[in-house]
């Protein structure tokens, strides 16, 4: 089995604060709640913005573990939470729609999305950090 990695940067050019994180071989909770741990301690207003670029990373995900990510931020502050999930399945969508609900049953106004490019997944953060929180209505 591939070895893990977990990492972020800054994206440079965006509305404010928003982190690109790259997730490679399989997902592991303990590593992807410290990784976010260490993004939550870098952010004062309590808004999470990011690009998880989950290209090389196998898919895998179900409702304990997102309801488990979601209270994790939450205790760290995380009040507001904008995410594009970079992914080349185009069915990934579905997932991004059920992590949201997910989020939003647990007290988190969050927002996710789903690109396929990088150049889309940019623009939708942007656009998602542009927009007031009351015009995240309708289909994602």
């Known amino acids: 089995m591939p070895e893990a990695t977990y990492s972020f940067e800054s994206i ?3 509305p404010g604060l928003a982190f690109r994180i790259r997730l490679t071989g399989p997902i592991a909770q ?3 709640r410290a990784l976010y741990g260490r993004i939550a301690h870098r952010i004062a207003d309590g808004a999470m913005n990011t690009i998880l670029d989950r290209r090389t990373a196998p898919s895998h995900s179900d409702m304990a573990a997102f309801e488990r ?7 760290r502050g995380i009040t507001r939470y904008r995410t594009v999930v970079l992914d080349p399945d185009p069915n990934r969508h579905h997932m991004t729609a059920f992590a949201a609900e997910v989020a939003i ?7 996710i999305r789903h690109a396929l490019q990088e150049a889309q997944a940019m ?7 542009a927009s007031p929180p009351d015009a ?3 289909p994602p």
């Not at 990510?69 to 205790?75: D, Q, W």
């Not at 049953?105 to 927002?111: E, F, L």
């Open 136 to 138: 995240m209505t309708g």
């Open 123 to 129: 623009q939708m953060l942007r656009d998602l950090m």
């Open 105 to 111: 049953s647990v007290g988190i106004d969050a927002v």
């Open 69 to 75: 990510f979601f209270r994790f931020i939450g205790e």
């Open 30 to 32: 303990p590593e992807t």
């Open 12 to 14: 440079p050019d965006m």
